[in-house]
Structures are given as C-alpha cells and as structure tokens.
C-alpha cells in the first residue's frame, strides 16, 4: 500500500539566504497510522506541519500527500485540495466567534463540496452530522445550544474544534499541540475520543505536541530533532542543545580564564546604550476558514 504522505529531499528556510530550518531526507507515514510527532519548541514542528498542510513550498524537494504532489501545485490548487481533503485541529482552536457551535462545526462543508457530499453520506443534513460528532466527542451541544463559543469551557472549545476538523471525514488531520492547556486527565480522555473517530472515518493523524508523555499511545513517535538534519547545522534546537554543554565548560574554567570585573567607568557606556529593540514576532502560520491563506515568509 502506497504511504499517504511521503517526504524526500526536503528543503525549506524562510529567506532565500537565510538559514536552512527543514531539512528531511526521507519520511513516510501509512494510511490510517497515529503518528506523535516530538520536539522543543524551535526543532521545526509546526514548519513541518505547514508544509504537510500546502500553506508553505519547499525551495526543494518533494512533498506528496495522497498521491498528489503539494510541491508542485499552484496556491490555489493546495488551497482547494487542503479544504477538500486535510482537517486542522489548532493549539488555540480558532474558532468563528460569531458563529454557533453547529456552524462552527459545519463550516468546511462551505468551503469543500467533498467535505459535505461525504459528512451527508453519514447523516441526513449537515446539522445532524455536526450533532452526531459533538455527541461521540463527549459534548452536549443541546445543553449548549444558546451559548456563544467564546463562553465555552477551554476543553468545550477544544472539542468543537475537533469536530470542525473532523467533519466531512478528512482522510488527513492534523494536530497541532491541541493538548497544551489540558490537565493530564483531560488530556487522555480527549485522545481517546479522538482516537475512536479517526478509526471509524479511517483518518490518518498527525498529532504534534512536546508533551513527551503522551507518545506511549500512538502507533509510532517521530522525534523531530533526530530526523531535522538543519537542527545539527546551528538551528535553534542545536543551540538549545548546547546551551548547556556552554554553560557546564564555563564552570569548570580555571579562575585565571574568568573574565575580569568591569570598572565603574567601563560599564557606563553600556548603561547609556539605548535598549536594542525586540525582533517583530513571525506571523502565524495557522489558518482560519474565513480568511485567504498568507504566503509570504514569516518576518525572523
């Protein structure tokens, strides 16, 4: 059986001259496999996850999903085939906040005529389908009929938006640190749920988190800094890596090696030294349902 998604070659930096931030020789995932992808924060998580979605293009290599070639299609192409056939589950959910629970949940069918032929092919209407996965995920959304998202509960939300990926029966969903603000009770009771309704569309998962804890209940766990080569040619994981090997050898130093205190006078030019400014953050890259997808690199 041909991989759902397989990586070779890949390259990517957010400038052309800039550092490289991937760079994966080889990664395959089979379909319907519950992949836990681990790694520190700066490793290249959610850039990997970016690329696996079409957001962003490699400057090489190539990236295949369901057969088809994301590095090779047009923007609108990977818009269009990101709507009809790849769910996004958000660390902050991202929910329509002047939407319904319901109309939340079913909003891919607006933007994916695949995505509603297949959530009608498992329910009457579209309203019923949306009823039918807050029900499996544990959520009473007769209970909640009257409320606003932006009054639920952070576990309420992070299951609408789990329905909201789910709906249509995506054959990829994507995870991106969803568990974060959850106690370790909640966490793996939300996995559980998650994990059923991926088994009983046939979804394959690809689930990232730095919650080292939860690997135990995936198929198999992708530890990104070993397989990110960049992470090795001075990246932000290699020097979280050695920030404590620096700081160990600076230690054991002989006192003769130690710097020599600066002098009053010394010091005060960089006192007066204006405060450098903080670099802009990158923008995000997750998308919402409602806005056209941002291409541009993110400002380092």
Not at 73 to 93: C, E, M
Not at 135 to 153: G, K
Not at 228 to 246: E, F, H, I, K
């Amino acid at each position: 059986m041909n991989p759902i998604i397989a990586l070779s070659e890949l390259r990517f930096r957010w400038r052309a001259q800039g550092p490289e931030t991937l760079r994966i020789d080889a990664l395959e995932v089979a379909a319907g496999e519950r992949l836990f992808v681990e790694g520190p924060s700066g490793s290249g998580k959610s850039t990997l996850l970016g690329l696996l979605a079409g957001v962003n293009q490699p400057q090489q290599g190539r990236i295949q999903v369901l057969g088809e070639r994301l590095d090779q299609l047009s923007p609108t192409a990977r818009d269009r085939f990101r709507a009809d056939h790849i769910g996004y589950l958000f660390q902050l959910f991202n929910l329509i906040p002047y939407l319904g629970i319901l109309d939340n949940v079913t909003l891919p069918a607006r933007f994916s005529r695949h995505r509603r032929a297949r959530a009608l092919a498992r329910s009457p209407s579209l309203v019923a389908e949306a009823k039918r996965l807050l029900t499996h995920l544990d959520l009473d959304q007769r209970a909640l009929a009257r409320q606003a998202v932006s009054e639920l509960s952070i576990g309420q939300q992070q299951r609408v938006a789990a329905a909201r990926a789910l709906f249509g029966s995506p054959a990829l969903l994507i995870a991106d640190e969803p568990t974060s603000s959850l106690d370790a009770d909640r966490r793996r009771a939300f996995l559980e749920l998650l994990f059923a309704e991926c088994a009983e569309t046939g979804s394959t998962l690809i689930f990232v988190s730095h919650d080292a804890s939860l690997e135990g209940l995936f198929d198999r766990t992708l530890r990104l800094p070993e397989l990110n080569q960049a992470t090795d040619r001075g990246g932000p994981a290699a020097r979280l890596r050695a920030a404590p090997v620096a700081q160990a050898q600076a230690a054991q130093a002989p006192a003769d090696q130690a710097p020599a205190a600066q002098t009053p006078a010394a010091q005060a030019p960089a006192a007066q030294a204006p405060a450098a400014q903080a670099p802009a953050p990158r923008a995000s890259a997750a998308l919402t349902a409602t806005q056209p997808l941002d291409r541009q690199p993110p400002t380092p």
